[in-house]
Structures are given as structure tokens and as C-alpha cells.
């Protein structure tokens, strides 16, 4: 592990929650649909980390069945790392339950999987990698 990459916070609104973190001088980067996830992401710069806003697009979604159960707030931790490979190896042989057992393209071209809470002290725990470029 290398750094938190950043923290996910549901929210109903991307465009509500905005004008929050720019009373603290801070903006979003950024606003892209990742469409496997139903789910808007803002990402809002933070020195080397980000916060991320998960905004469902629909609420049989992960983060919007996330929002009806506990309403906005933390969603997950992300971890960078330098290898997602060997890192979802060695996860799967501690017998760590995942989410899902392949690595996904997310927001940014990032590459990610998810740890259950029930693995990693009851956060929802996001392993994540820049995407190489293609050489």
C-alpha cells in the first residue's frame, strides 16, 4: 500500500454536496458516469488524496440501495497500491472476502476491486491502481 487514494462519500447530489466542499476552498476536478456501477463520481482534489462523491443514477444501485439504507456519508476507503494483481492474489489465498473476484476499470481509468467490510474491520475497503499506460 502506498497511500489512501481517497475516501467515497454517498450523497444524493453531486451538484448539492459541490457547493459544501467549495466553502472550504476546495472544487471538483472532475464529473464522469461509470455506467457498470450506476453511479455519477466527482472527484475533489485533496493535496495527494481525493474525495470522491458517488452520486446513484439509479436506486437499485450499490451506492443508491447504500443511500436508502444509511442515508449520505462515508461509503469507503481506498487504498492505492502498485500491484493490483499481486495484491488480489494475495488477498484471495488469506481467504479475504471480495466483492468481486476481477479487477475493474472505474472512474479515471483507474483500476479497483472491492474488499467486503467483513474482511476489513467493517469498512468497505477499495484496492485501486492507476491503469498502466499502453505502451
Request: proline share 4%.
Amino acid at each position: 500500500m502506498t497511500k489512501i487514494d481517497h475516501l467515497g462519500i454517498a450523497v444524493k447530489s453531486i451538484a448539492a454536496a459541490r457547493g459544501f466542499y467549495e466553502s472550504l476552498g476546495l472544487s471538483v476536478a472532475q464529473v464522469e458516469t461509470v455506467e457498470h456501477e450506476k453511479v455519477r463520481v466527482g472527484m475533489v482534489p485533496v493535496d495527494e488524496s481525493r474525495i470522491e462523491l458517488l452520486e446513484p443514477t439509479t436506486e437499485d444501485s450499490p451506492v443508491g440501495k447504500f443511500l436508502a439504507k444509511r442515508g449520505e456519508g462515508l461509503h469507503h476507503v481506498a487504498l492505492h497500491v502498485d500491484n493490483i494483481s499481486a495484491t488480489l492474489e494475495a488477498l484471495k489465498a488469506r481467504g479475504a472476502r471480495l466483492i468481486s473476484d476481477e479487477i475493474q476499470i472505474g472512474a479515471g481509468g483507474h483500476l479497483y476491486f472491492f474488499v467486503h467490510p467483513s474482511s476489513a474491520g467493517g469498512v468497505l475497503l477499495e484496492i485501486c491502481q492507476d491503469r498502466k499506460p499502453a505502451k
